[in-house]
């Protein structure tokens, strides 16, 4: 800008136009800096529809523990007052945390989880339970391993309790509770072709499915054209992952140096507002 040019004033942008650009923020910067600097972006931030959508990827270098991280996950879902529709989370969601957003998120249509090696199968199954409107689940090395299907939700899928194993509890779990689904990701999911038939007669509008790493998924002879038939965009088992976020060689360190950095217990209090928002 040239000497004597006035720089423009931001806060006289058109309020949708605000509105736009604060939504490119993630989930931290708008809580902890964007709502700070004037009461129009502040009343921006605390619009429900600016939360409809919350991003918490690699988030963990921004400081604070996995607990501090939750409790403002958890802030951010408050703020959507019921409207949020799409959530993504990389490495610290627990079983609370999901069941919360669950519980506070009747429209939620997106799921996206990676690296939440804290969860397992009867977390996840329980919360597949509450979002029968889900459009697309990704879950992306997570250990989901823990109790027998038939133990942990007899209510909720009871014509499966005695079908399958161990590694299909999540495939029979989706194939019950989510006939709207879309899209799914199970990257390095230990399902097999039993898990997988449920899901394709369970889920009829099913277009894109990524089934990379899920090693005991044998997608050959009448399952290969079943799936072909069926699925428009397909991820078989042994494709390439060098389109997956961050790669997999370094899903290992990454973990290691993300709860080795965030193993001190949080000082955060359980209410917004003590938290600086």
């Avoid at 403002?72 to 993504?88: K, P, Y």
């Avoid at 899920?214 to 002879?221: M, S």
Wanted: proline content about 5%; overall charge negative.
């Amino acid at each position: 800008m040239n000497q004597g040019e006035e720089y423009p004033n931001w806060l006289e942008l058109p309020p949708e136009l605000t509105s736009s650009i604060l939504n490119r923020l993630g989930v931290i910067e708008k809580l902890e800096s964007a709502q700070k600097v004037c009461r129009s972006w502040r009343r921006i931030c605390k619009d429900p529809l600016t939360w409809s959508k919350i991003d918490m990827r690699n988030v963990g270098h921004m400081g604070g523990s996995s607990h501090e991280l939750e409790k403002i996950c958890r802030h951010a879902v408050d703020r959507s007052q019921g409207g949020l529709v799409e959530i993504e989370i990389w490495h610290f969601a627990t079983h609370d945390l999901l069941n919360y957003i669950a519980d506070s998120s009747s429209k939620l249509r997106n799921l996206k989880l990676a690296m939440c090696y804290l969860i397992e199968n009867e977390g996840l199954i329980e919360v597949i339970a509450k979002l029968p409107l889900l459009e697309v689940l990704e879950v992306s090395y997570c250990s989901l391993s823990g109790e027998p299907l038939e133990s942990i939700v007899p209510s909720s899928c009871p014509n499966q309790m005695t079908l399958g194993n161990n590694c299909d509890d999540v495939a029979l779990a989706i194939a019950e509770s989510m006939p709207g689904l879309t899209r799914l990701q199970l990257f390095g999911n230990r399902l097999t072709n039993f898990g997988l038939n449920a899901i394709l007669d369970r889920c009829p509008n099913l277009e894109y499915l990524d089934l990379r790493q899920c090693i005991n998924a044998d997608i050959v002879g009448d399952m290969e054209i079943r799936c072909y038939e069926r699925i428009k965009v397909l991820r078989r088992p042994n494709d390439p992952v060098d389109d997956y976020p961050s790669g997999v060689s370094d899903v290992d360190e990454m973990s290691e140096e993300y709860y080795g950095n965030y193993s001190a217990a949080s000082d955060y209090s359980d209410t917004g507002e003590d938290l600086g928002f």
